[in-house]
């Protein structure tokens, strides 16, 4: 969507904290929207983690990311992209911290 694409822009000019209120609104309204374990939903999820961890928030980033494996793992399984890749997220967070 145009405000995701906004979001991630923001986040590549490391404008952190304005990217993470555009990805809490749209997590928020895709989980009213399109349900918790909807594929769009995890991505939203998955970059607020990433927006997180960039402004060393990791005790809320990891409790976020903790869920993410499992959910893209049911909705998707375990060999695709964003499953693994929301693994790798959650390994950097844990090493981070």
Known sequence: TTTMNIANTLQNQSKFEEAEVLYRKILR?????????????????????????????????????????????????????????SSHLLALILKYM
């Open 29 to 85: 309204m895709r989980q009213r929207v399109l349900g918790a374990e909807h594929p769009e939903t995890l991505g939203a999820g998955h970059a607020l983690c990433v927006v997180l961890c960039n402004q060393k928030k990791f005790t809320e980033a990891e409790a976020r990311c903790r869920l993410l494996p499992a959910a893209y793992h049911r909705v998707l399984g375990a060999e695709h992209p964003d499953t693994i890749e």
